[in-house]
């Protein structure tokens, strides 16, 4: 590695660079030319195997640079090239680096030109500099919301706060209680203001920081302007102390949080909107306090359609019951919910009387701090802690006991157990049940499977020689032979497969669930190898119900 930064080191040197710190990494002092004008910088390195980038920091600003300027952090810092989008080829560091300063150059050259407040509009975030605003309105808000409320949540010192905008204060704090919130705002409307040009930064008076500031930003764009404009009469109108602008441009959108709770004894005598707008406008705007918010949506509908291909929502609105909440089942629990079971209004039920031993602890999505309690009862907390907005009911008894599963869309058996998955089959051949999806681990970690019975025509269970070593259907090879160890009492079942081999159990699980949901489930039976030495590939398919097969037969 030293003879790596020496070589760096030269490069420099020769092309008249010079070093001014070598410890604990070396900086050194450069010029970046812009229209052959020389432009004092440093460059540094920020690890001695010179895995990152170096930083380039600007010390003297071309005359054609703005104050407010795209890729130049306040501090000097040029953003020259994307996190992750370059990196020192290993066989050449030296033309590495010298690349960045050219590549620098370029940028600054291009910023210099005329770029600077463009770029502004791609990269908007990093000079709104916005306090983050979680909306969760459980649908896309359009025109004026009049009930709605703001939360605030205090962060750590040093960190900005968050904000949650919702419609029903009760629920929102239910919702995110445990993250301790404060009511910032129940007389609150929200405004969606949709502007007609790409929104970017200006070269002064920026962030705005008040209502005359943000103004004369949007100045140029009138449907903007007439958008805060409504806003502030319907703020008139509902009686509200303040106000949230969600500004929606082509490119990106913003928010702001303005505080009108202080005006509201100057403007009581105001007896219509257009005084009232007047007023704020003119003669309060400088006074009336703005804070930029950076919005994101947090309702379920938005994050599953990012989740989802097609903008598709995956289990969500769908009666889900999941039986066994063991290895697969707790990682399979985390997956559902986040390809959408148990939101918009639809279900995740968790069936599971067992509670977590010390002989689960080591393959289990939970750990130590549930131990003894019911399995079933400690993930769906654990849901609700992740996805406040969850529907989860946890069972905390046998299957054999539970009724009513008529209503289920899917049933998904995470078991393992092939007593209860061959019962479960024949119930659903007796038309008993729903669409049942099975997934379990073979052997001792050989592999994982998943497979669906939905339509008439396919395997059952009995069917099915997925157990038999050699079969058609295994991932075990003929000469495949299960290693068990010796249990020290009857309590816990010493099978040696990894947590991994759960993880790919629940993955599979989840991918057919889906599938399933989009109404494109086949091929019905899915299987990963895991152990290639002693098992066997199985190819996706769907297999159809055995002439042969005793149990099929009585249905056929």
């Excluded at 680096?97 to 908007?124: K, P, W």
């Excluded at 409307?189 to 949007?218: C, Y």
């Excluded at 949506?297 to 097609?310: G, H, K």
């Excluded at 070593?469 to 032979?481: F, L, N």
Aim: hydrophobic content about 40%; charged content about 20%; glycine content about 8%.
């Amino acid at each position: 590695m030293i003879a790596q930064f020496s070589q760096v080191h030269e490069a420099l040197i020769h092309k008249g660079f010079e070093l001014v710190k070598s410890y604990p990494l070396p900086i050194y002092s450069v010029d970046l030319y812009v229209d052959g004008t020389p432009y004092a910088a440093d460059l540094s390195f920020v690890d001695s195997a010179l895995v990152y980038l170096p930083k380039i920091r600007l010390i003297q600003r071309p005359p054609g640079l703005p104050s407010n300027c795209a890729h130049l952090t306040p501090l000097g810092h040029l953003c020259y090239i994307g996190p992750n989008q370059a990196h020192l080829p290993r066989d050449n560091l030296a033309g590495g680096v010298l690349g960045c300063i050219e590549i620098a150059e370029n940028l600054l050259s291009r910023l210099a030109s005329g770029d600077a407040l463009t770029d502004t509009q791609d990269e908007f975030y990093a000079s709104w500099l916005g306090e983050r605003l979680l909306i969760d309105l459980d649908q896309e808000p359009a025109g004026t919301i009049f009930d709605s409320t703001l939360i605030r949540v205090m962060t750590d010192r040093g960190r900005p706060n968050i904000y949650l905008l919702g419609r029903d204060k009760e629920a929102l704090l239910a919702r995110y209680g445990q993250w301790k919130p404060e009511v910032a705002s129940t007389s609150l409307i929200t405004r969606v203001v949709e502007a007609q040009f790409p929104i970017g930064a200006t070269e002064h008076d920026w962030p705005p920081t008040n209502l005359f500031m943000l103004l004369k930003w949007l100045a140029g764009d009138q449907n903007a302007i007439n958008g805060v404009h409504s806003a502030l009469k319907d703020v008139y109108r509902s009686g509200a102390a303040d106000l949230i602008l969600i500004i929606k441009g082509p490119n990106t959108s913003c928010a702001a949080f303005l505080e009108l709770r202080e005006l509201l004894e100057e403007t009581l005598p105001i007896r219509s909107p257009i005084q009232y707008l007047k007023a704020v406008t003119q003669r309060h705007s400088k006074s009336l306090k703005m804070i930029p918010l950076d919005p994101a949506y947090v309702d379920p509908a938005s994050w599953l359609e990012r989740n989802m291909q097609d903008d598709h929502r995956g289990l969500a609105g769908k009666s889900i019951v999941l039986v066994g909440c063991g290895a697969i089942g707790g990682y399979l629990t985390d997956l559902l919910a986040k390809s959408g079971a148990g939101f918009l209004g639809g279900s995740l039920t968790l069936i599971d009387s067992d509670v977590l031993s010390v002989g689960n602890i080591g393959r289990h999505a939970l750990g130590f701090g549930d131990l003894d309690r019911k399995k079933s009862q400690a993930l769906a907390e654990d849901l609700r802690r992740r996805y406040p907005a969850i529907n989860v009911l946890p069972l905390m008894e046998d299957f054999l006991n539970v009724k009513g599963l008529s209503g289920a869309d899917l049933v998904i058996n995470a078991t393992g157990d092939q007593a209860l998955s061959h019962h479960m089959s024949e119930q659903w051949l007796e038309g008993n049940m729903p669409a049942v999806l099975f997934s379990w681990i073979t052997g001792t970690g050989c592999g994982v499977q998943a497979y669906l019975l939905s339509d008439p025509g396919q395997a059952c269970m009995s069917c099915l020689d997925y157990s038999v070593p050699g079969g058609v259907y295994s991932v075990m090879a003929s000469e495949y032979r299960h290693q068990h160890k010796h249990a020290p009492s009857c309590g816990d079942w010493l099978v040696p497969y990894s947590a991994a081999a759960a993880v790919h159990a629940a993955a599979l699980a989840c991918d057919l669930a889906v599938a399933w949901a989009r109404g494109s489930p086949a091929p019905m039976l899915r299987s990963f190898t895991l152990d290639y030495a002693a098992g066997k590939v199985v190819p996706p398919t769907s297999p159809p119900r055995r002439n042969d097969c005793k149990i099929c037969s009585r249905y056929h």
